[in-house]
Nanobody, 116 residues
């Protein structure tokens, strides 16, 4: 059974930092592309992505990384602002090369609140 578990969320003051973690089990983590998303007012926004090869796409204040040996993906968030308040979710996805079947897994989310 595939499971993705996020951790590291919480309350932080504006200008502060947090590091989110997403630990996966039940799959070969190294084969999957990863991503962090956030849900705000019912809408999902992409925050950062990283390929199975480790090519990261994130910008500015947010840095995505992965440690395949630990089956874990990270999101380092710096200089947080109140508008960054959201539920942050991690995602792993790939397409099976033989069957072309898409595989797409989500964590349950972790709440980040930026407030003074």
């Amino acid at each position: 059974q595939v499971q993705l578990v996020e951790s590291g969320g919480g309350l932080v003051q504006p200008g502060g930092s947090l590091r989110l973690s997403c630990t996966a089990s039940g799959l070969d983590f190294s084969l999957y592309n990863g991503g962090w998303y956030r849900r705000v007012s019912g809408k999902r926004q992409e925050v950062a992505t990283i390929s199975s090869a480790g090519n990261a796409h994130s910008g500015g204040r947010f840095i995505i990384s992965r440690d395949n040996a630990k089956n874990t993906m990270y999101l380092q968030m710096n200089n947080l602002r109140p508008e960054d308040t959201a539920v942050y979710l991690c995602n792993l996805e790939r397409v099976e090369p033989v069957t072309n079947r898409p595989l797409d897994y989500w964590g349950q989310g972790t709440l980040v609140t930026v407030s003074s």
